[in-house]
C-alpha cells in the first residue's frame, strides 16, 4: 500500500534533533513488507500549515499514520481534519502517547478513525495487510476502531520479548530527513554548555544523534506516563552494530541514548561499555539513571567507554514527595549519587518536578536545601503536569481540576511551563520557589565561576541578589497572576 507517515512539530522554540523512534520502527516495519512510504516529518522541515497541505497534494497515498506525544494534539487535530475533509475516505491511523491513552477524545476531535496501542511494529504489519485485502480489522490485536457509534478495542497485542528481533531501522532512516537531524545534532546544548567549552569540547568535530538502548522503565512514577509496563534492552551486541552502522553511515561519533532509564541493569551496562572499548569504537555519550542504580566501579567503566554526561531525575530534595511520587528511592541515595558522579568526572544535570500533590513549602525548602548542599549548577526544572496515562492525570480529573478535557490537552507544552495547580499552594507561590530553585543554580554556579574568576563571580551574585529581590517581593504585592501570564507567554 501507499503510505503517507506525518510527524508534527513539537518544541519549535528548539530545533528537531531527535528522531521520532515510534514513528522510525513502524516505517521500517511497513518498508519490510514491501509497502511504498513516505515521510511528511513537519518537525525536521517546521513547514508552515499552507505549505504542509500542498506537500500532502504533492503525494499519492492510499493510508495516512501520525503520532507523537501529547503536545503535538492540536497539530494532530488540525492536520486530520483537514486530510479528512479532502481525503474522506482514506483510513488515518493514530498512535503513540499523543493517541493511546485517550481514544474517546480523538475519536470525536480529530480525523483519526484508527487507533494503535502498545508497540506497532507488528500491529502496524497486520493492519495494513487487512485494509489491503479487505481483512477484518477486529482481528487485529492493539487498536481502538472507529464506529458510528463510539469505539471498540482489540485485544492488547502481546510485547516484543526480544528486542532483537526488531530490525535496525536502515531502511526508513532513509525515509527521515537525516541530514536535517544530524545538522541539528551539531547545535545540541552539548555544545553550548559551560561544561563543554570548559573541557574544549567545541574545539572536537562531533556529530551527535539520539538512540534507544531498550524500551520503557523499570519504576512507575505518579507523574510519568506510559503504555508498556516493564523495562526491555537491545542487547549489547544489537547495540554495538547498530552504532557502528551510524557512525560509518553517517558519521555520528556523539550519542545521546535517550531511553527513560538508561542504567537499569548495571550488569548490561557494564557489558555495554566493555564492547565500545574493546571495539575501539572512540564515541561519547550521555544518558540517563537512577541514584540506586551506579556505583563507583560502574561509573568508572561508563566514563572510559566515553561517557560524559549523566541526567538522574532526583525530583525533589523531600522524602516525604520521593515517597509520594512513587520514586521509590531513598534520599539520601541521591545525595551519594551526586559525589560519585562527580568523583567520576562525569557531568550532571539532574531534574526537579515541583507541584505534585502533597507540596508544601516546606518540602519545597528541602529541595532547594538539596541543591545547595550539593552544589549542583545545573539542572531540568518542570512543574508537574499531568499528562493523559499518569496517575496525576486521573488524581485532576477525579478532583475536577481539568473541567475541558479538549482546552486543557491543546494547551499543553513542555513541562517548564506552569498549566495546573495540583496543590494546596497559591499558583503564585509555586512559581515563586520555582524562580527561587532557579536562583539557587545560578548562584551555584557563580560560587564556581567565583573561584577561578572572583571579580566576575561576585558581580554575578551580586546582580542576581538584586534581581532575586525584585521578583519574589513582586509576589507580595499580588502580581502574581500578572507574572504567571508572563511566564506563559515566555517572556
Not at 517546521?46 to 499514520?65: G, L, P, Q
Not at 514527595?321 to 528511592?329: F, V
Request: aromatic share 10%.
Amino acid at each position: 500500500m501507499k503510505v503517507l507517515i506525518i510527524n508534527p512539530p513539537v518544541r519549535l522554540h528548539a530545533k528537531a534533533d531527535i528522531l521520532p523512534w515510534g514513528l522510525v520502527y513502524i516505517a521500517q516495519s511497513m518498508l519490510d513488507e514491501g509497502h511504498d512510504v513516505t515521510v511528511l516529518d513537519v518537525n525536521a522541515n517546521r513547514w508552515s500549515d499552507e505549505e504542509m497541505m500542498e506537500e500532502i497534494s504533492k503525494i499519492d497515498f492510499e493510508v495516512v499514520a501520525i503520532g507523537g506525544i501529547i503536545t503535538v494534539y492540536s497539530y494532530l487535530k488540525w492536520v486530520t481534519l483537514e486530510i479528512r475533509k479532502r481525503y474522506p475516505a482514506v483510513p488515518i491511523i493514530a498512535g503513540g502517547f499523543v493517541a493511546a491513552p485517550m481514544p474517546e477524545l480523538i475519536f470525536s476531535r480529530t480525523g483519526a478513525n484508527i487507533i494503535c496501542y502498545g508497540e506497532g511494529d507488528i500491529t502496524i504489519k497486520e493492519l495494513l495487510k487487512a485494509l489491503e485485502t479487505g481483512g477484518d480489522l477486529k482481528s487485529v490485536n492493539g487498536l481502538y476502531l472507529k464506529e458510528k457509534e463510539g469505539f471498540i478495542q482489540t485485544p492488547p497485542r502481546q510485547i516484543i520479548k526480544n528486542l532483537d528481533d526488531i530490525p535496525i531501522p536502515k531502511k526508513a532512516y532513509e525515509k527521515f530527513p537525516m541530514e536535517i537531524y544530524l545538522r541539528n545534532g551539531k547545535d545540541s546544548r552539548l555544545l553550548a554548555s559551560d561544561w563543554a567549552k570548559n573541557k574544549n569540547i567545541e574545539d572536537l568535530d562531533l556529530t551527535s544523534f539520539t538512540l534507544l538502548s531498550g524500551r520503557g522503565c523499570t519504576h512507575n512514577c505518579t507523574f510519568c506516563y506510559r503504555m508498556i509496563k516493564g523495562m526491555r534492552k537491545f542487547s549489547s551486541d544489537y547495540m554495538i552494530e547498530h552504532i557502528t552502522f551510524l557512525k560509518n553511515r553517517y558519521g555520528v561519533n556523539n550519542f545521546i541514548f535517550s531511553d527513560e532509564l538508561f542504567v537499569s541493569k548495571p550488569e548490561w551496562v557494564n557489558e555495554f561499555c566493555d564492547k565500545i572499548i574493546s571495539n575501539n569504537l572512540n564515541i561519547n555519550f550521555r544518558t540517563y539513571a537512577r541514584a540506586n542504580s551506579i556505583s563507583k566501579e560502574l561509573l568508572d567503566k561508563m566514563k572510559k567507554a566515553g561517557c560524559f554526561w549523566l541526567s538522574i531525575g532526583f525530583e525533589s530534595g523531600s522524602q516525604r514527595m520521593l515517597d509520594s511520587m512513587n520514586k521509590k528511592i531513598d534520599v539520601r541515595k541521591n545525595y551519594e549519587a551526586v559525589g560519585l558522579i562527580k568523583d567520576a568526572g562525569i557531568n550532571l544535570t539532574p531534574t526537579f518536578i515541583i507541584g505534585l500533590p502533597g507540596e508544601q513549602e516546606d518540602t519545597l525548602e528541602e529541595t532547594r536545601e538539596f541543591i545547595q548542599k550539593t552544589g549542583i549548577d545545573e539542572a531540568g526544572t518542570f512543574y508537574a503536569t499531568p499528562y493523559p496515562g499518569s496517575m496525576i492525570y486521573d488524581f485532576a480529573i477525579e478532583k475536577g481540576l481539568i473541567k475541558n478535557i479538549d482546552q486543557f490537552i491543546e494547551s499543553l507544552d513542555d513541562a517548564d511551563r506552569f498549566t495546573i495547580n495540583l496543590t494546596d499552594l497559591k499558583d503564585g507561590t509555586l512559581m515563586k520557589y520555582m524562580y527561587l530553585i532557579v536562583c539557587d543554580l545560578k548562584r551555584n554556579k557563580n560560587n564556581r565561576l567565583k573561584k577561578e574568576h572572583p571579580l566576575k563571580g561576585a558581580l554575578a551574585n551580586l546582580y542576581l541578589g538584586i534581581e532575586r529581590f525584585i521578583y519574589t517581593n513582586s509576589f507580595t504585592f499580588g502580581l502574581d497572576g500578572f507574572l504567571r501570564r508572563l511566564k506563559n507567554r515566555g517572556a
